[in-house]
């Protein structure tokens, strides 16, 4: 059986999209001795806008966070790699940084227990994480290079040449290779990326570089789960997820309903379930504890433990059917098919304004926030 391993962000990525960058350490720590059971790949923990905001809106230590949880997670054994975001040249902020800040930086984050860093250039630029791809393998650490996944300009010149082709991505991925990077992730961080154009894209990443792939995407216009399960399909290696009520909306899709469509393309899911049912069963708490931040604080999907409940035969159907219509490219049917499941467990419909706009994920939950104390929202 195939083997399908998962990066769970719903304590960075999760809560940055979803919450503003807002969860406390405490309740990371209430969550964290389930996770240690869970048995994910990796977890991301650590980098985006997490620094920032635990200094700017929690008072709190970003390092303390970050050796916090390596010390519980990998403690006496490792159990998941911790991961980080960083922009590169720019590490954590907005300005490029000088070699030696940079190599300085990453030793502290390897000492106080990252595990892997995901290195991206907004623009693609690879002399922009040369050098941090080279320094985090030097440490011992592993370089992980993200492909911004991202679109053509809207241009009413039907003939315009394209820019953003699948040749482009692959290239891209190659040139990360070549630097030394130990695996390649497409980092759609806008969930721009339609099911067929995973299905166009994946296959010639797959034959191109010889590193795992990982596929990382957000639900907000509404491509997310469907994408993601086009990316299992056409063998994606590692896949990015967060736990049910910090999934899904501008977030990623939820591990729960990945697990059901892994189960039936019959791939096995790499992690602990039941830990993760646990997590799950405290994220409801901790999430009600984050409303004033929440996009959706009023409305919750139904709970869900695709352990012990029991699907309802038409929902059950849904999935088959969006697989038949991922394995025929019908991607319309693909959509409907998700959509329809995930409007069944109340989660929020494909966000039309951002899916034009083509705002990232972890952008817009601040964004919104910063708007309401402006009273501009």
């Known amino acids: 059986m195939r083997k399908l391993k998962i990066r769970d962000l719903t304590l960075r990525d999760g809560q940055q999209s979803l919450f ?68 590169g040249r720019n590490l954590f902020g907005y300005a490029p940084y000088p070699t030696n800040v940079i190599e300085g930086f990453y030793v502290e984050a390897i000492k106080n227990g990252l595990g892997i860093m995901r290195i991206f250039d907004a623009l693609n630029d690879l002399n922009n994480v040369k050098e941090s791809v080279e320094i985090i393998n030097k440490l011992g650490g592993i370089a992980d290079g993200a492909v911004c996944y991202t679109v053509d300009p809207k241009d009413d010149d039907v003939n315009a040449k394209k820019i953003f082709t699948d040749e482009y991505f692959v290239e891209k991925a190659k040139g990360y290779e070549a630097l030394g990077a130990k695996m390649v992730t497409i980092k759609d961080m806008a969930g721009l990326v339609n099911p067929a154009r995973v299905a166009s894209l994946m296959p010639k990443l797959k034959a191109a570089v010889n590193v795992p792939i990982d596929f990382h995407t957000h639900c907000t216009p509404g491509y997310g789960l469907a994408s993601c399960v086009m990316a299992i399909m056409h063998g994606v290696d590692i896949l990015d997820t967060n736990i049910w009520w910090f999934a899904e909306g501008s977030a990623a899709p939820a591990i729960e309903l990945i697990y059901i469509f892994a189960q039936k393309l019959g791939v096995e899911v790499e992690c602990n379930m039941e830990a993760v049912g646990k997590i799950r069963n405290e994220l409801f708490d901790v999430r009600k504890g984050l409303a004033a931040v929440d996009l959706h604080k009023d409305n919750f999907p139904k709970p869900f433990d695709p352990l012990n409940d029991t699907l309802p035969a038409e929902i059950d159907a849904l999935f088959d059917k969006a697989i038949e219509a991922g394995k025929a490219n019908d991607e319309e049917a693909m959509l409907e098919a998700c959509h329809a499941i995930e409007n069944y467990f109340g989660f929020p419909k494909p966000n039309e304004i951002v899916k034009h706009a083509e705002v990232p994920g972890g952008m817009y939950s601040n964004m919104v926030a910063n708007l309401r104390t402006l009273g501009a929202e």
């Open 20 to 87: 503003a960058t807002r969860l406390p350490q405490s309740s990371i720590d209430v969550l964290l001795p389930h996770y240690v059971d869970a048995g994910f790949y990796a977890m991301e923990v650590w980098g985006g806008a997490v620094p920032d905001s635990v200094m700017r809106y929690l008072d709190e230590s970003p390092w303390y966070r970050l050796k916090s949880i390596s010390d519980k997670i990998n403690g006496d054994k490792h159990r998941s790699y911790l991961t980080a975001l960083s922009r």
